[in-house]
Every structure is written in C-alpha cells, then in structure tokens.
C-alpha cells in the first residue's frame, strides 16, 4: 500500500513539515496496518514540531488517529482485517494516510464511536479522564477553575466535571468561546485577557478560592492559578499554550496557602496495558451515555497540517480539530 506521511527533518515552525509518499510493506510481528480516515490534532503536536519536547529527527508527526485494519503481523490477537480501530500514541507519524503501527497501542472502537468522533477525542478525553478521575479526584460539589476551557481538551473537562458534579469556573479569550464553554455547561464564565479573574473566582467561592485549578496555558496564566486557588488546593499544570511554566520558587506555594502542584503526564497515569484499557473503556462510556459530547470545530485536509498547527497556536481554533486523509 502506498501513502503519503509528514515529516520533520529540523524543529521549527509550521513551514518546516514536509511531506513524502513511502510504500507500506506487510505489518511485522506485533504490528498492523491501519488505513486511516481521521487524525487527530494535538497541541502536543506542535511542541514535538517546535522543539519544546525534543525528539530525535528525522521524526514523524501526530499520536492520533483511527482507520481500518487492513492487515496483522504475527502475533496480533484481538484485532484483525476490517477492524475499526484508534490510537493515542505514544507512537509518532500519525500524520499519514496509511501506517503500520504497534497494535499494542491500538484500542478497537465500540460500533456507537465513529472514526473522527474516536480520532477527535481519545487522546484528549483520556487525558481528561486522567486529569479528573485519576489525578485531581475531583469530588461532587467542589468549584473546580479551568483555563482555556473553550479548548478541544477544555470543552471536554468541562462537561467531565459537570457530570461528576462540580462547578465549573472556565476562562477563555472571546465572546465565541465564552458561548461554547457555557453551552458546555460551565456554570462561570471569565475572560481571561480583561477579566480580574483570580478576583472573580475569590468572588465566586466566598473568598476561599478553588481546590483546583486546571490548568493548560501555563506561564501567562501562572499567577492567576496561583491566586486563584484555595488554601492546600491544588494546581494541575497540564500544558504549554502559554509558555512552559519555568524557574518555580517552592516558597510561593508556601505563600498562597501550602498549595500543591503537579505537571502530569498521560503516559504515567496510562503506563500499564490495564491502565489505559479501563482509561478508553470509561472514555467510551462516557461519550456513550452523552455525558460527553465530542465537538469537531475544525476540519483540515492531511496535507494542510502547517495551517492547521499555525491555527491551533495563534488561538484561532475551538473545540477539537481532524486532518482528514484522502483516499482514491
């Protein structure tokens, strides 16, 4: 089989994807090859582009995606030809048409989740999961803040943490994300560019302050988060769209009230193969039952990956968006 993939040969801007078609042999021992129809795009995608995680170049680009089987290598139980199955990585070049892939990695996806609802959503509904369930242990009735929360993630935690009974305080930077965060069901909605927001939040909870903070942007919303949270409360620093929070003073932690903080990872509260099967089975049962709905606000061909990425970080995406492949 033939396909067309993404490549990055330097870390850089969008301009420095490039693109090649390569012919696909049969899957290996442990391997298959999924022809894909949707891929999912991540922030995480442009730090592996720009070089905020570095990884060894030539690299591939995207975790993300969901197809169809067409063959299995040696060793491969569970799956086989004809298959619907997505992955969240870590595997690198899900920027492609076709690949093979570790089918360890593989999650088949139930007949109620479509290909882009499942490449829209895996990586990030699993890794709100995480955040909610495994990290934070949010608990009904705790006002919980998240930042950026008109985001493909954010909109997901948002509706996460209504359905596990919290009040939701989102920020987000327009009017337009303001309405898709509120349909979301955010209870409080900040601007976070105009609005006093750690004041607001003071507001809200009777000057006590949340005892989360989700938190995605980090270095520009830092300080607020820290304000924002309550005493002992704790400051789930979960990405970079902000820039890498750097040179933490511990003391500071001291100074707002003993808080926590921690910068989790997917991929450790997801290490083990029972980990992450009881992670996408939750996740499915979620968007199964409508707790959660999955809002694609954006569709990409494959090849227009620069564009995309160039969208993504000037902010001018909502909700969830797909690279879609195309097939003769």
Same mark, same amino acid.
């Given at each position: 089989?033939?396909? @067309? *993939?993404?490549?990055?040969?330097?870390?850089?801007? &969008?301009?420095?994807?490039? %693109?090649?078609?390569?012919?696909?042999?049969?899957?290996?021992? /442990?391997?298959?090859?999924?022809?894909?129809?949707?891929?999912?795009?991540? !922030?995480?995608?442009? !730090?592996?582009?720009?070089?905020? !995680?570095?990884?060894?170049? &030539?690299?591939?680009?995207?975790?993300?995606? $969901?197809?169809?089987?067409v063959a299995v290598g040696e060793g491969v139980h569970g799956l086989r030809p004809g298959d619907r199955a997505a992955t969240f990585g870590p595997e690198r070049s899900a920027y =492609?048409?076709?690949?093979?892939?570790?089918?360890?990695?593989?999650?088949?996806? &139930?007949?109620?989740?479509?290909?882009?609802?499942?490449?829209?959503a895996l990586l990030k509904a699993c890794t709100v999961e995480m955040l909610v369930e495994r990290c934070a242990r949010v608990e009904a009735g705790w006002p919980v803040l998240v930042?950026?929360?008109?985001?493909?993630?954010?909109? @997901?935690? #948002?509706? %996460?943490?209504?359905?596990?009974? $919290?009040?939701?305080?989102?920020?987000v930077s327009t009017e337009a994300k303001a309405h898709a965060a509120r349909e979301a069901g955010a209870d409080h909605v900040l601007m976070y560019k105009s609005d006093d927001v750690?004041?607001?939040?003071?507001?809200?909870?009777?000057?006590?302050?949340?005892?989360?903070?989700?938190?995605?942007?980090?270095?520009?919303? %830092?300080?607020?988060?820290?304000?924002?949270?309550?005493?002992?409360?704790?400051? #789930?620093?979960?990405?970079?769209?902000?820039? &890498?929070?750097?040179?933490?003073?511990?003391?500071?932690?001291? +100074?707002?009230?003993?808080?926590?903080?921690?910068?989790?990872?997917?991929?450790? !509260?997801?290490?083990?193969?029972?980990?992450?099967? $009881? /992670?996408?089975?939750?996740?499915?049962?979620?968007?199964?039952?409508?707790?959660?709905?999955?809002?694609?606000? +954006?569709?990409?061909?494959?090849?227009?990956?620069?564009?995309?990425? =160039?969208?993504?970080? $000037?902010?001018?995406?909502?909700?969830?968006?797909?690279?879609?492949? *195309?097939?003769?």
């Open positions: 089989m033939k396909a @067309i *993939e993404a490549f990055i040969e330097s870390q850089g801007g &969008p301009e420095v994807i490039d %693109w090649r078609e390569v012919t696909l042999g049969e899957p290996g021992p /442990g391997q298959v090859l999924l022809r894909q129809t949707a891929v999912g795009l991540n !922030y995480l995608d442009t !730090y592996h582009r720009d070089g905020t !995680y570095p990884v060894p170049l &030539p690299s591939g680009l995207g975790v993300e995606s $969901a197809g169809e089987i =492609a048409s076709a690949r093979l892939v570790g089918a360890a990695s593989l999650f088949k996806l &139930p007949a109620g989740i479509d290909d882009e609802t499942a490449a829209a930042h950026a929360a008109a985001g493909g993630v954010g909109l @997901i935690l #948002v509706q %996460w943490l209504k359905a596990v009974g $919290a009040t939701v305080i989102g920020t750690a004041a607001h939040v003071r507001e809200i909870t009777d000057g006590q302050g949340v005892p989360v903070t989700f938190d995605g942007i980090g270095m520009a919303t %830092w300080d607020v988060s820290l304000k924002a949270t309550a005493r002992r409360g704790l400051i #789930v620093s979960y990405g970079n769209a902000g820039g &890498p929070v750097t040179g933490v003073n511990l003391g500071i932690l001291a +100074q707002h009230g003993s808080q926590f903080v921690t910068r989790p990872t997917l991929f450790d !509260y997801y290490h083990l193969p029972g980990e992450r099967a $009881a /992670g996408a089975d939750r996740v499915f049962e979620m968007i199964a039952s409508g707790a959660v709905k999955v809002t694609v606000g +954006q569709r990409y061909s494959l090849e227009d990956a620069a564009r995309a990425h =160039a969208d993504l970080q $000037a902010g001018r995406t909502t909700g969830s968006s797909l690279l879609i492949p *195309e097939h003769n």
